[in-house]
């Protein structure tokens, strides 16, 4: 026979390994409504252009794209801010502002193997479209950082490290940096914390142009975590403080959410998609040991890009695959117990249309119901009720219908009760 494997990177989720997943997307759910976001989704796959250009080099080269049976190129949905922004742009003129919408896509990329990257993963959207004021990113981080808190998670346990590339291109500049140089140090402090110091200084002074007093002085730079000290030196710079207005102003509103502990000011977010034009966050576990755990950012032109209405846009991704390893780290994965509320333990082939009859009742009353579907030994039945997680096993025998009951034995205590198949509720 075939052997069919499951494909690299891809998850299978028997109950126990889904039962976590429900746990996280409940819980995200929640947060999302608690803050007034609405729930969408998209289709799986979408044309390829959607990604090629807007996305960036980096997602585009993981793309899972093909050519359909209709000729045309496609992919499957490597993120979900491209859909949004398509989904917006043929209905957003005749809606209220600012619209707030969430999402679970099933995501697919075609990544290289390693920790906390697969080739499919789940990512919470929320976004806000349509404000452009610092009140909507704060709003999206404070849904962020909620969204992990709800899970248990706190301030010993994660970050959120925040830049603005508004912020960060005017202090390229303040260093000296030439204009025509700047994707070239955005690509280059994207990557730098992952390469060796002589190879950043390298790419600074090939790449970026810079002489070795230049490439100190953006070292120094990006190690800078406080606005204050930025005011003080570069204040006199008007690019710098105009830029650094939005980002006090969050800094101020998440502080008054009580939220000022989880977030630091690093400039070596950059954040790899192309499509961001503002302020840029990625959530990280405390100790700095896993990949990043959300992502996410403003994004003023992405609407527009995709033929939409020019509206201002923010939000973030948290992928479900380093949270999972986290939460597991934490020991903050609820243990698996399957459950149902009723088990029939049914003693003869005779009993078994009153079993049915009485299961019937119970399910339309909205409890759950199991019961073997052939007969077995009473002591395999009450295997079977155990493994199920039954709360109550009621077990019907001749006596006992003789008698017009059934017996209810709480699988907690032991106790029973002999009671009229009509009481149960
Ligand atoms: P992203 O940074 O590419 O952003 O992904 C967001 C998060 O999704 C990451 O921080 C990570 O947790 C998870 N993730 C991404 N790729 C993988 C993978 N291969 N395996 C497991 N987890 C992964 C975006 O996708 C943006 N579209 C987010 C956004 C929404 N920005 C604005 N709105």
Redesign the pocket.
């Known amino acids: 026979m075939a052997d069919f494997k499951r494909l690299p990177g891809f998850r299978d989720f028997p109950p126990e390994d889904l039962a976590l997943r429900a746990h996280v997307f409940d819980a995200w759910r929640r947060v999302a409504i608690r803050y007034g976001f609405r729930e969408y989704d998209g289709p799986p796959v979408e044309p390829l252009d959607l990604y090629v250009e807007k996305s960036g080099e980096e ?1 585009v080269g993981q793309l899972y794209n093909f050519e359909d049976k209709g000729g045309r190129t496609v992919s499957l949905r490597p ?3 491209p859909s949004l922004a398509r989904i917006l742009g043929d209905r957003s003129r005749g809606m209220a502002k600012p619209i707030r919408w969430f999402t679970i896509p099933q995501l697919f ?1 075609y ?1 290289r193997q390693q920790r ?4 499919e ?1 789940y ?1 919470w ?1 929320v ?1 806000i479209v349509g404000e452009e004021s610092a009140a909507a990113d704060a709003e999206v981080l404070a849904v962020a950082i909620d969204g992990l808190r709800e899970l248990g998670l706190g301030v010993d346990d994660f970050r959120a490290r925040v830049s603005d590339r508004r912020l960060l291109t005017a202090l390229l500049g303040a260093v000296g940096v030439q204009d025509d140089r700047l994707p070239a140090a955005f690509a280059v402090i994207d990557k730098i914390e992952r390469m060796p110091e002589d190879k950043a200084r390298g790419r600074l002074l090939d790449e970026v142009d810079l002489d070795d007093a230049g490439a100190d002085r953006l070292r120094a730079l990006l190690e800078c975590s406080s606005l204050t000290e930025l005011r003080n030196q570069f204040g006199e710079r008007d690019a710098v403080r105009d830029a650094l207005a939005p980002l006090e102003e969050y800094a101020a509103i998440l502080d008054a959410m009580g939220m000022g502990d989880f977030v630091k000011l690093d400039l070596k977010i950059v ?3 192309a499509y961001y034009t503002g302020i840029v966050f ?1 959530l990280f576990d405390a100790q700095g040991e896993l ?7 403003r ?1 003023d032109r992405l609407l527009e890009l995709v033929g939409g209405e020019p509206l201002p846009a923010v ?5 479900d ?2 949270l999972g390893e986290l939460l597991a780290e934490r020991d903050l994965v609820p243990p698996y117990r399957p459950h149902v509320d009723y088990f029939l333990v049914v003693i003869g082939q005779e009993q078994r249309s009153h079993a049915l009859g009485i299961a019937t009742r119970l399910r339309a009353q909205g409890r759950s119901v199991a019961y073997p579907l052939r007969d077995q030994s009473v002591r395999k039945q009450f295997k079977a009720a155990e493994n199920e997680g039954a709360r109550t096993v009621l077990v019907l025998g001749p006596d006992e219908a003789a008698e017009g009951i059934v017996v209810a034995r709480d699988m907690a205590t032991g106790q029973e009760r002999r009671i009229a198949p009509d009481a149960l509720e």
């Open positions: 997602i993120e979900m801010t990329r990544e906390g990257r697969l080739r993963h990512q959207n976004d954040r790899g998609l990625e990949r990043a755990i959300c992502g996410g950012g994004y939000g973030f991704g948290m992928g695959v380093v």
